[in-house]
């Protein structure tokens, strides 16, 4: 048949015109030439609507020509392309709206100009403003917390908040960080995500979680509570040396409240409760291992020579094994002498 349009012996699509011709008098898109996309100078995060959003620019104009263009419901398997000199806070755009009219691919162009809106979110607004809905404490029985300890305390926290952060959870943030009282304190924007990070810290360093609540006045007609969560980590660290009902033991790790030791006399590992070792006494650190030259053995004993002072010490060996390091380890502890556990050893 004959299109009326053209002339010309085509396949009528609708109203006696072919499809090249119906294309010409008919548009399937229509948008506005103006386009305003709000986004936090702080933060990066855009407006979609009444929620804040991140992501890249791209994937926000497409968010915001589909709410505001009018594309004709008889167009299937919409695609939107853009193309855009990213330049300053007006940007000028290339859209291009593809999809199928029965079976027909088609495709409208449009020009764009997007203007960029700088607002601050509600979450970079609560964090400058120095919100916050709970503190997490971190403080040591009986002892103040080290440098290296407050450093990697600091470290977890921080690497905490940005791994809930990165799964979606951007209401999450640390106010401020304060070393307090031999501690250090940390304030987080949100009371249950600190629960979160306070038995992850738990976990990782032992001690126990005590909680408390403060009343912080009202919001929209309610009470609002400020939530402290205490983390009191022991006395005791990983690599300390204690003594406990007459025996010495090695603390090799912590977690919870599980605490991981090696008794020093026989090499045996043994597992106490945080609460098996309160009547613990702590004699030292790392510090107390010395390194001592080997110079013979002997199946119970073997003689070692402090390489400083040129003196010769007998040391019980924990076990039947067999030394094969020309330098090995002891630690000296109340008059006592332990050689401490190796990984170069062979039992025999």
Not at 145 to 160: A, H, M
Not at 192 to 207: D, L, P, V, W
Not at 246 to 268: A, D, P, Q, R
């Amino acid at each position: 048949m004959f299109c009326v349009e053209c002339g010309k012996e085509e396949k009528i699509f609708r109203n006696g015109v072919c499809i090249s011709c119906y294309l010409k008098n008919n548009s399937f898109t229509k948008g506005p030439e103006i386009l305003d996309i709000y986004i936090c100078p702080k933060c990066s995060s855009y407006k979609y609507k009444n929620t804040w959003m991140q992501g890249s620019f791209e994937k926000a104009l497409k968010r915001q020509i589909k709410d505001n263009f009018q594309i004709s419901s008889e167009l299937k398997k919409v695609q939107i392309k853009t193309d855009c000199d990213e330049k300053g806070k007006n940007i000028s755009c290339k859209v291009v709206i593809s999809g199928y009219l029965e079976g027909h691919e088609i495709s409208e162009k449009h020009s764009l100009t997007v203007r960029i809106r700088g607002v601050v979110c509600d979450i970079c607004s609560k964090q400058f403003g120095g919100y916050f809905e709970a503190t997490l404490q971190v403080r040591a029985n009986k002892r103040k917390l080290t440098k290296e300890e407050l450093e990697t305390i600091r470290l977890n926290v921080e690497n905490l908040v940005e791994s809930i952060r990165a799964k979606g959870n951007r209401g999450l943030f640390i106010t401020d960080i304060a070393e307090e009282h031999g501690g250090i304190d940390f304030y987080l924007s949100e009371k249950g995500s600190a629960y979160t990070i306070a038995k992850k810290i738990q976990e990782k360093f032992g001690g126990e979680i005590k909680q408390s609540s403060k009343n912080a006045g009202m919001k929209d007609s309610r009470q609002i509570f400020r939530m402290t969560r205490l983390i009191r980590l022991p006395a005791y660290r990983k690599e300390d040396f204690i003594s406990l009902d007459n025996s010495y033991f090695y603390i090799s790790s912590i977690s919870g409240n599980k605490v991981h030791t090696f008794e020093l006399s026989n090499w045996t590992e043994r597992v106490f409760d945080g609460k098996d070792l309160q009547k613990a006494s702590i004699i030292g650190g790392k510090e107390l291992v010395k390194e001592m030259i080997f110079v013979s053995q002997s199946k119970d004993e073997m003689q070692v020579m402090d390489p400083k002072m040129y003196k010769t010490f007998e040391v019980r060996k924990p076990k039947n094994i067999s030394f094969e390091s020309k330098v090995v380890k002891i630690v000296k502890m109340e008059d006592k002498i332990f050689l401490f556990p190796e990984k170069n050893i062979t039992n025999k």
